[in-house]
């Protein structure tokens, strides 16, 4: 069974960082692609960055974009998302994602297989 366990979110000022972090467990964390999607309230939820299954490539949410940074730790089975200079609008529920398909070079903006609980982001002052 795949489980999927976001930390790290909490309460922080405009302008301020936080950085998110996903523990996998169930299955090869390495061969499979991940990604970080949020729910805003009375909104749909949203792709925020994915990444490989070798970390060669990534790609982000044009709203995020030179703020926010996909990595993966193989080793720790665990994917992090560092973002900078928040905004109140990144204010969501964040959700940890895991692709069903080994080895996809290019990480998907839909259609993950496995999901986390997610892990409340607040941008306020």
């Known amino acids: 069974q795949v489980q999927l366990v976001e930390s790290g979110g909490g309460l922080v000022q405009p302008g301020g960082s936080l950085r998110l972090s996903c523990t996998t467990s169930g299955r090869t964390f390495t061969v499979y692609a991940m990604a970080w999607f949020r729910q805003a309230p009375g909104k749909a939820r949203e792709f925020v960055a994915g990444i490989s299954w070798r970390s060669v490539n990534t790609n982000y949410a044009d709203s995020v974009k030179g703020r926010f940074t996909i990595s993966r730790d193989n080793a720790k089975n665990t994917v992090y998302l560092q973002m900078s200079s928040l905004k109140p609008e990144d204010t969501a529920l964040y959700y940890c994602?895991?692709?069903?398909?080994?080895?996809?070079?290019?990480?998907?903006?839909?259609?993950?297989?496995?999901w986390g609980q997610g892990t409340q982001v607040t941008v306020s002052s």
């Open positions: 994602a895991a692709d069903g398909q080994k080895y996809r070079s290019v990480p998907l903006t839909t259609g993950y297989d496995y």
